[in-house]
Nanobody, 113 residues
Framework: QVQVVESGGGLVQPGGSLTLSCEVS????????MAWYRQAPGKQRDLVAA???????TLADSVQGRFSISRDNAKKMVYLQMNSLKPEDTAVYYC???????WGQGTQVTVSS
């Protein structure tokens, strides 16, 4: 049984930082590309960042220079480090095992003063 569990969301002021974590079980984690998506109210779910099994990363233009993605294969974890947060980063953030149907339940990130 595959489980994808996000954590680390919350309320943060503009300019602040948060780190999201995603723990995966039930798959051979190290061979799977992973990604973070986000969905704001009334909008589609968009890719934020992705990391391949070879640690190659991709970031959406809107978060370049502010966010970074990393993974720890030994712990079966993937992380999203978010810096210089803006109100427009407010969304539910989802972890996804790429090329699969496996999604986490999402974690809310709210950027507001």
């Amino acid at each position: 049984q595959v489980q994808v569990v996000e954590s680390g969301g919350g309320l943060v002021q503009p300019g602040g930082s948060l780190t999201l974590s995603c723990e995966v079980s039930g798959i051979i984690f190290s061979i799977n590309p992973m990604a973070w998506y986000r969905q704001a109210p009334g909008k589609q779910r968009d890719l934020v960042a992705a990391i391949t099994d070879g640690y190659r990363t991709t970031l959406a233009d809107s978060v370049q220079g502010r966010f970074s993605i990393s993974r720890d294969n030994a712990k079966k974890m993937v992380y999203l480090q978010m810096n210089s947060l803006k109100p427009e980063d407010t969304a539910v953030y989802y972890c996804h095992v790429e090329r699969s149907e496996h999604w986490g339940q999402g974690t809310q990130v709210t950027v507001s003063s």
